[in-house]
Every structure is written in C-alpha cells, then in structure tokens.
C-alpha cells in the first residue's frame, strides 16, 4: 500500500484550511459534517472532531477541509492536524465506513450545447473531479479511466473533466444529433458502475509535468510568486469570469502578465479552447472588464494556447 502524502492549502475563507492528499480518499460522494454525531460514517471525522477548535469537517475525493473555530489562527495548529491526518491515512484506516456509501446511487446526466459548436457538455448529478483536468489525446487520459474510454469513440477529439461534469469536443466526421445520446448514456453507465474518472496518479501532475495534461499544472500552481498586479489578475478572472466560463463548459487559467506592454495571456481549455466566439468573450468582456477594473495596467488580453 502507498504511503500517503499531505498538502496543506490555504482557501479564501480564513477559517477554512484544506489537507490535500495525494490519493483519492472518496470518490462520487462528498461529506460534510457539522459535529461528532454526524459524523458518524466517518471515524476519521470523528477523531478531527476531538480537537476542539474543529467546527466543520468536509471530505471530497482527495481533500479533506476543516472549518475552525476562531478560538485558535491556523498557523499555529495546521501542522499538528495535517500530521494527525497524515497518521491515521498510514496506519490504513478507513476514511469512510458507512454501508449505505457503498450501495449503487442512480445516476442521471444530461447533455448541454455550449457556445463552441464542437463541443457538448455532459453534466452529471455528482461530482467527478475536483479541479480541472483536460485531455487533447487519449495518451494524455492515461490516467483518467473515463477519458481514456471516451477517445475510443472515433468521432472523440478532446476531453475536459472538471466539477460534475464532462465536456466532448468532436470531429467533424459525426453531428451532435446523431452521437450525444450514445455519449451522454455511455458516461452514465460508467459513472453508475462505479468506475473511476480519475487515478491516483493524476493527482501527481501537478508537481510532475511530464506525465500528461493537467490544466492547473499550467500557472494556477507555479512556484513563482505572483506580483501584486498579477494576483488582481487572477482575483478577478476566479471571481467575475470563471463561473461564467465553467457554466459553458470551459476553463480559463492565467498564464502571464507582460508590464511593459501590459498584456495578459490566458490559457483556454475545453469549450472555450477553439471556440468561434473566444476572441469576442477575450476582446468585449475579459479585456474591457480588467481596463476598467485595474485602472489603465491593462491594455490587451490575449490567449496563448486555446
């Protein structure tokens, strides 16, 4: 059995500090757990819930986030809960034991157009990945077992994961009318089986390259610091734009900001990349909102890869 590793990540919300592992700790389900009673199907809430500051405790696919009280600041006992954490996951104890997780939960997803006439996203009713994970070949989906059985479609160009749902990018050799209900059904079914989206392995992208595509290895999760006008930036796409983006079954990333001709470069991914309208979202929206919102710092935005 592998060792597991913890990530501490600090979130927008003071209070809450996510323990990121480097293994899938729950798959289609999440949990969230308000006390000890509740969190009942959980030992490992459980004995979070004995330290006395935890008010909150979530579990989703490879994280685990705590809510504080505001009795102690993160900085001084993040370390002693992500090593209590680290502790139990290595002694090999279950993270969930409720029978009734492990019981078949019907499963529904329906297709939806998306600005990219290419592209169709397929939303389900649970969640499938936490993050964003895009796959431009099947040798890129090598870890990701739904995306690697999507490419064998023949008509299947690319695949985006992110949130609930799935979107397709197709070649032109097929219209949409003829192939989403063979897609949509096909998700469906491999998500009600029980097969995995993800493996553990991708989980490790971010911090490895060189094993394939993963869309926050790009720049969200570089190393380097970010200046002050680069963190606006990326406050602004997170809060104004990705939520729009995501409901048309895109992704945007900030790659770099270039002060001497003030230009920001974005990356583009799953129905935005391509996208006919693309330039007109770059050009009418993000653009003008980020002149308007930084003050004269922002003369263009283009994107570098979509």
């Not at 004995?47 to 001084?76: G, H, M, R």
């Not at 230009?263 to 007109?280: D, E, H, N």
């Not at 003369?299 to 890869?305: I, P």
């Amino acid at each position: 059995m592998s060792q597991f590793n913890i990530e501490i990540s600090e979130t927008s919300n003071q209070n809450i500090v996510k323990f990121i592992s480097n293994s899938f700790l729950t798959r289609a389900t999440s949990y969230e757990f308000k006390n000890i009673d509740e969190a009942k199907p959980s030992p490992l809430a459980q004995q979070l819930f004995c330290l006395p500051f935890v008010k909150t405790v979530y579990i989703s696919q490879n994280f685990i986030a705590i809510e504080k009280y505001s009795i102690v600041e993160w900085k001084d006992v993040q370390e002693q809960v992500a090593d209590s954490i680290l502790e139990y996951l290595n002694a090999g104890k279950p993270v969930i034991t409720e029978t009734d997780a492990l019981k078949k939960i019907p499963v529904s997803v329906y297709a939806e157009s998306t600005p990219n006439p290419s592209v169709m996203k397929f939303i389900a009713n649970k969640p499938l990945a936490t993050g964003t994970f895009e796959f431009k070949n099947i040798d890129d989906a090598i870890h990701s077992p739904l995306a690697k059985a999507l490419f064998n479609f023949p008509f299947v160009k690319e695949v985006f994961i992110s949130a609930n749902y799935v979107s397709v990018m197709k070649f032109n050799v097929a219209e949409w009318q003829e192939i989403s209900m063979e897609i949509r059904e096909f998700i469906r079914k491999f998500i009600e089986d029980g097969k995995p989206v993800l493996n553990d392995e991708i989980l490790n992208k971010v911090n490895n390259p060189e094993m394939g595509s993963s869309s926050e290895k790009a720049t969200e999760n570089n190393t380097k610091p970010h200046t002050d006008i680069e963190k606006e930036i990326i406050s602004i796409l997170d809060e104004y734009v990705k939520p729009a983006v995501a409901s048309d079954g895109g992704h945007i990333l900030f790659d770099s900001y270039n002060v001497d001709t003030k230009t920001v470069k974005v990356i583009l991914q799953g129905a935005c990349s391509g996208c006919p309208s693309s330039t007109i979202t770059l050009k009418n929206g993000i653009e003008t909102m980020l002149k308007e919102m930084l003050h004269g710092q922002v003369n263009s935005v283009v994107a570098v890869n979509g």
